[in-house]
């Protein structure tokens, strides 16, 4: 049996439940964050809850949980479903109120941790790059635009239509396996945004360049994270307007998110041509960043 943790409850997954009177299922009221444990321990927890708090704040969600209760109820839950490092999901929707647009704050938010088996990370440095050569993706210029935000900035709320609609444009392109391709989503204006569910990054002359915020890209942990490795490595981080040419000159082209952490990008994929980037080498900045990612994830 799998559980979840509802409002601070282990609870058996078929037997959780959720109002149908609650804005985050009729409005898409709520927000969400994924991490994933190493040695048990959830990884960048602090960021991912600042992010979320803030996002809450400007939705009007009263939100007051504290990084401890939080850590307790993720290992709770992880000992519940026997697990040892997992993919965690914690989201919160504005919980349940009349039928109709709020004009007031949410004080009782619904919250919900999904906990979900992930294998070990740990590699050495010879298994790492075995596993990046292996683990490495196909990125495929989607016609799905990156939608515009919600506000100033992007939040990872429970929105999610324009990644679906990029998921189900992705999905019937036949030449790739769905999970060794990502979707790649420009602006209006044609600057590349990010990946599905991706933050996309390339190399050019040892130098890492990443779409703005600006371009209206969610600010990813994982991607402010990997800005704090660069840059503490000697690395020159630019963040601006790039176009899919500049991405097509790149010497690498990487992803990331919470869970895959580092993925790098073989081949680059457009409508009617392919791309190939040059072999990944134990030297590349993809390498040096993703051994970074993994001493830095097992000291903490």
């Not at 391709?181 to 990443?210: C, D, H, P, R, W």
């Not at 981080?237 to 040419?245: A, C, L, P, S």
């Not at 990008?265 to 993703?290: C, D, G, I, R, W």
Request: net charge negative; charged share 15%.
């Amino acid at each position: 049996m799998n559980y979840v943790c509802l409002n601070g409850h282990i609870t058996a997954t078929d037997q959780a439940v959720v109002s149908v009177m609650d804005h985050g299922f009729l409005y898409g009221m709520g927000l969400f964050e994924t991490f994933r444990t190493y040695n048990g321990q959830p990884f960048l927890l602090e960021q991912h809850l600042l992010r979320l708090s803030t996002s809450c704040q400007s939705l009007g969600i009263i939100w007051n949980e504290s990084v401890n209760d939080i850590s307790e109820q993720i290992q709770q839950l992880m000992i519940a479903n026997q697990l040892s490092d997992a993919y965690i999901r914690y989201t919160v929707t504005a919980g349940t109120d009349i039928l109709g647009l709020p004009s007031g704050e949410y004080e009782q938010p619904t919250i919900v941790i999904y906990a979900k088996s992930l294998p070990p990370a740990r590699l050495d440095s010879i298994s790492l790059a075995d596993h990046l050569y292996t683990h490495s993706k196909s990125l495929r210029r989607l016609h799905t635009l990156r939608n515009t935000p919600e506000g100033d900035i992007r939040l990872k709320s429970l929105h999610y239509m324009n990644s679906i609609l990029g998921k189900r444009e992705l999905i019937q392109y036949q030449d790739h396996p769905a999970t060794a391709v990502e979707g790649l989503m420009l602006t209006k204006e044609q600057y590349i945004a990010e990946g599905i569910v991706s933050n996309v990054f390339f190399v050019k002359n040892q130098q890492l360049y990443t779409p703005a915020i600006d371009t209206g890209i969610l600010p990813g942990i994982t991607r402010a994270f990997v800005i704090q490795l660069a840059e503490s490595a000697g690395i020159t981080v630019h963040e601006g307007f790039y176009t899919w040419k500049q991405l097509l000159e790149a010497d690498e082209v990487l992803l990331t998110n919470s869970i895959q952490e580092i993925v790098p990008v073989k081949q680059l994929l457009a409508h009617t041509a392919t791309y190939l980037l040059p072999e990944l080498l134990s030297n590349s900045m993809t390498f040096q960043l993703a051994y970074a990612y993994q001493k830095e994830a097992y000291q903490q």
